[in-house]
């Protein structure tokens, strides 16, 4: 059979052992169901594509077990459903139908929407499962396992998707390597398709060409898989939990820092970062409500997350952040969202770039991430974007250095700093004692409730330091003023 032939010759390791996952999978559906009760959903695409030789060698290599022969594919046995529509692309129709008839594909076409399609194909058929070309990444992946049930409210049947785990940079090794054809829109620049109405040429791929009519390099040139979509139209999103939104803008908002690492709690390590951090969060207006430090350990990161994130607006989370048995902070963020880790293509192309020749074999475990509510923040100056759960922050600073540079990115992706109104403070030093000020200070605060009023030493002998804090430099002034009043003149002197 060619397809196994030639990736058999290949020396793509990743491929080879992609490839055999992916049969595996094909394999033990065409175990577990009859060749009546399995159909194929068939879009053109390039994923569509590779599954469909995929099923062809599939399915030969598990008769060539069951028979022992070692003839040739003649046809292909498993129904294929096309859902035709409109908006498709001519280039896609025609080449779903050439496909058809060079491979001897046994072609039901529909023209309903998928789910009423599929429910009149299921009433007609004794189909139980259907495989699909889903990558992890694809919108319609979360969720799901290489053998899924449907979801609730659609038709019962099992979801099998071979190359739920395969990244762009893979697909496009297997059509190479394999040399068979797929659409001619992805000689054209094109290397996510969609309909008509949402999908254009990459702009990555354009060349400079002095002729009027732009012109791009082929799909399989794009180097990096993590802007595979960047052909698709999107509408203006703006980041979840945005804290740039007008209704924050005269709130103080509410963030917890969060440390991971037992070398902390040992007093092997000192944790530098979170009183950096704080200051940092301070400085543009936020408030700190806690910051706490965890065990490496799933269910407490887990715990403390969930709680923290109930409660304000942001939470930051740093350290346990790896490969290594110890890293568990990823686990911890999935399991308080209730989802589960899954491989991120887009985050594993970034850690190909960076880590290269490391980065080998069909999984790699620094690139799981928490499925369906990861969103990864980009910037220039980083080797490897933030990852942003909602309203969490996983940081990978290990140093304040480091700390410093995702600091001064994370700010201007989320408009962390300009989000809110910047808190004024005023210090006064003094030299009386706690019980002199204490009163004083308890009925400002009910008469400037807006202030935040505080107050500590740097020794336990030495001067008591009043720190006030809000957003109207003119209510400090007034409670400064205030305060002044009740003692004699020369008592609080300013810090300036």
């Given at each position: ?198 999908t254009v040429p990459n702009a990555l791929l354009s060349v400079n060409d002095t002729s009027s009519k732009e012109k791009f390099k082929p799909a399989y040139l794009l180097s990096d898989g993590r802007l595979e979509r ?87 989370i740093y350290g346990g952040v790896g490969p290594l048995h110890s890293d568990v902070t990823l686990a911890g963020v999935a399991k308080a969202f209730g989802v589960r880790l899954a491989p991120d293509e887009e985050f ?149």
């Open positions: 059979m060619e397809i196994d032939k030639a990736i058999g010759e290949c020396d793509d390791k990743r491929l080879k052992t992609k490839y055999n996952n992916a049969i595996f999978v094909i394999k033990r559906a065409l175990s577990l169901y009859s060749i009546e009760e399995v159909a194929f959903s068939f879009n053109g695409g390039k994923d569509s594509t590779v599954l469909l030789h995929l099923l062809r060698a599939g399915y030969f290599l598990h008769k060539k077990e069951l028979s022992s022969s070692n003839g040739g594919l003649s046809g292909f046995p498993v129904r294929t459903i096309y859902f035709e529509s409109p908006s498709a692309f001519t280039e896609i129709n025609a080449f779903t139908y050439d496909a058809a008839q060079t491979y001897g594909i046994q072609l039901d076409i529909i023209r309903q929407d998928f789910k009423s399609g599929l429910e009149a194909l299921l009433k007609a058929n004794p189909i139980r499962a259907i495989f699909l070309g889903v990558r992890i990444g694809d919108p319609t992946a979360v969720g799901q396992e290489q053998f899924s049930p449907s979801s609730p409210g659609w038709p019962p049947f099992m979801r099998v998707n071979p190359i739920l785990d395969w990244s762009y940079r893979d697909v496009w090794a297997f059509l190479l390597t394999c040399k068979v054809k797929y659409c001619s829109l992805y000689d054209q620049g094109y290397t996510s398709i969609g309909s008509i109405h949402d960047a052909g698709r139209v999107k509408k203006n999103a703006a980041l979840k939990n945005d804290v740039g939104s007008d209704s924050q803008n005269h709130e103080v908002l509410l963030a917890s820092v969060i440390a991971v690492g037992d070398e902390i709690l040992s007093g092997t390590v000192e944790d530098q970062l979170g009183l950096s951090l704080c200051k940092k969060l301070t400085s543009v207006g936020w408030s700190v409500q806690q910051t706490s430090v965890l065990r490496n350990d799933i269910d407490s990161v887990s715990e403390e997350v969930d709680r923290q994130r109930s409660i304000c607006d942001m939470v930051f594993e192309e970034y850690l190909r770039h960076l880590i290269s020749e490391q980065c080998t074999g069909d999984r790699n475990e620094m690139a799981q991430l928490p499925e369906g509510i990861t969103e990864l923040l980009h910037h220039e100056k980083l080797s490897v974007p933030l990852i942003k759960c909602r309203n969490v922050i996983v940081l990978a600073a290990t140093n304040t250095k480091e700390l410093e540079k995702e600091w001064e990115c994370l700010t201007e992706l989320t408009k962390l700093g300009g989000s809110t109104s910047l808190m004024e403070s005023k210090r006064l030093m003094t030299s009386l004692t706690d019980v002199e000020v204490a009163e004083p200070l308890s009925k400002l605060g009910l008469e400037f409730p807006d202030i935040y009023l505080g107050c500590y030493r740097k020794s336990r002998r030495g001067p008591i330091i009043i720190c006030l804090k809000g957003k109207d430099n003119a209510r400090i002034d007034s409670a400064v003023q205030a305060l002044c009043k009740k003692f004699k003149e020369g008592v609080f002197v300013d810090m300036k």
